[in-house]
T-cell receptor, first 117, second 113 residues
Framework: GAVVSQHPSWVICKSGTSVKIECRSL??????MFWYRQFPKQSLMLMAT?????????EQGVEKDKFLINHASLTLSTLTVTSAHPEDSSFYIC?????????????FGPGTRLTVL | GNSVTQMEGPVTLSEEAFLTINCTYT??????LFWYVQYPGEGLQLLLK?????DKGSNKGFEATYRKETTSFHLEKGSVQVSDSAVYFC????????????FGTGTQLKVEL
């Protein structure tokens, strides 16, 4: 099946610093990628929809100035958590929409564990 | 708005037992329905999907049928294995896989010998 990678898989940072997380579709092009946040033992909550070449669409309650999303190419989207604080500690997951060749499915990355001290 | 309701877990079964994880949904129109599985320490993987009423998705012995009349998409497997232990998420999207997904809260399955 289609492969989506995330980097880094885990990161620990100090409060007030910024962290960038990369999401790559390795064997297909994705005009649309999604960023989710997952709290322990809870479901995934959609944060934003990332569209290649245009601004991301954020879900209600998600601060766009804090969670910067860039989707500069058809295989890469980045999420930057700016001025991170301990409450931003979470598991961040991306997905990429595979639409070509009859596929119409989102494929998920393995996630990035962010811990803010 | 859209919503997905799953049975609460954890569900604990003995190996070779029959599995059912209930999932019902609320949506406008005709959503696509999905089951995703998350193994310990890993990301979500698509298990199966159905895009229209009466479709049956199947994979690795798991099945789910899109029931529009009952707005349900229950996951079943005839004989579970220890390796099936994971968290299972039911999800829907309005217009196929390219639209945003709405997830249920997930159901943890534990299969014991």
């Amino acid at each position: 099946g289609a492969v989506v990678s995330q980097h880094p898989s885990w990161v620990i940072c100090k409060s007030g610093t910024s962290v960038k997380i990369e999401c790559r579709s390795l064997d297909f092009q994705a005009t649309t990628m999604f960023w989710y946040r997952q709290f322990p033992k809870q479901s995934l909550m959609l944060m934003a929809t990332s569209n290649e070449g245009s601004k991301a669409t954020y879900e209600q309650g998600v601060e766009k100035d804090k969670f910067l999303i860039n989707h500069a190419s058809l295989t890469l989207s980045t999420l930057t958590v700016t001025s991170a604080h301990p409450e931003d500690s979470s598991f961040y997951i991306c997905s990429a929409h595979h639409a070509s060749g009859g596929a119409d499915t989102q494929y998920f990355g393995p996630g990035t564990r962010l811990t803010v001290l | 708005g859209n919503s997905v309701t799953q049975m609460e877990g954890p569900v604990t079964l003995s190996e070779e037992a029959f599995l059912t994880i209930n999932c019902t949904y609320t949506a406008t129109g005709y959503p696509s329905l999905f089951w995703y599985v998350q193994y310990p320490g890993e990301g979500l993987q698509l298990l199966l999907k159905a895009t229209k009423a009466d479709d049956k998705g199947s994979n690795k012995g798991f099945e789910a049928t899109y029931r529009k009349e009952t707005t349900s998409f229950h996951l079943e497997k005839g004989s579970v294995q220890v390796s099936d232990s994971a968290v299972y998420f039911c999800a829907l999207s309005d217009q196929g896989g390219g639209n945003k997904l709405t997830f249920g809260t997930g159901t943890q399955l534990k299969v014991e010998l």
